[in-house]
């Protein structure tokens, strides 16, 4: 029962370099989020998806792109790293969209976490 | 601006005492609030989730309130342990536009000492 897993869970990249995030939900969820913590800030919705094949952009879009493939897959890419995207990023999923509704279905569920560093 | 504070930023407490956070928001329209508890480098985890017309829900030691006409809440941790130490994040909900926007707290890091 591994809920959300994220890779990497560190890393440390050069500005100007790229990478990507994966996430992956085995609770086949239709709802995916990526979200950024940084400190002394609440977490911030960078994409999330509605379902396999859409994306769409959160507060914080700039500098990332997503693709949904497949439905318990959610990727984030930095194209090119730069050092204000040093932050610990967050992938979450919910069953339904995380609205009004009350339902086990609402619950989000985040993964561990990942740590990225950009020199 | 749509926005949601906790008080205090962090607190310490004595193994086997109670606290109260604060969470207040300015956040329309309102659709439901929720309470997070995130571990020093691990996700947050859910612990209540309360819609408008609730005003307490409680999740074992935790019981979090909810005053909408104040636009406040609280979350109270009964006889504290010591695996409470962690952060705790009030989360409101906004649906706008057919997407439930979340907007989160900075949180409240809490430290139990034994």
């Known amino acids: 029962n591994a809920g959300v897993t994220q890779t990497p869970k560190f890393r440390v990249l050069k500005t100007g370099q790229s990478m990507t995030l994966l996430c992956a939900q085995d609770?086949?969820?239709?709802?995916m989020y990526w979200y950024r913590q940084d400190p002394g800030m609440g977490l911030r919705l960078i994409h999330y998806s509605v379902g396999e094949g859409t994306t769409a952009k959160g507060e914080v879009p700039d500098g990332y792109n997503v693709s949904r493939l497949k439905k318990q897959n959610f990727l984030l890419g930095l194209e090119s790293a730069a050092p204000s995207q040093t932050s610990v990023y967050f992938c979450?999923?919910?069953?339904?969209?995380?609205?009004?509704?009350?339902?086990?279905?609402?619950?989000?569920?985040f993964g561990e976490g990942s740590w990225l560093t950009v020199v | 601006k749509n926005q949601v504070e906790q008080s205090p930023q962090s607190l310490i407490i004595l193994e086997g005492k109670n606290c109260t956070l604060q969470?207040?928001?300015?956040?329309?329209?309102?659709?439901?609030l929720r309470w997070y508890k995130q571990d020093t480098g691990r996700g947050p985890v859910s612990l209540t989730i309360m819609t408008f017309s609730e005003n307490t829900k409680s999740n074992g030691r935790y019981t979090a309130t909810l005053d909408a006409d104040t636009k406040q809440s609280s979350l109270h941790i009964t006889a504290s342990q010591l695996s409470d130490s962690a952060s705790y994040i009030c989360v409101v909900s906004s649906s706008t536009g057919g997407y439930n926007k979340l907007i989160f707290g900075a949180g409240t890091r809490l430290a139990v000492h034994p």
């Open positions: 609770m086949n969820h239709e709802y």
């Open positions: 969470c207040n928001y300015t956040v329309s329209p309102f659709s439901n």
């Open positions: 979450a999923s919910s069953y339904r969209p995380a609205g009004p509704t009350l339902s086990s279905g609402n619950t989000i569920y």
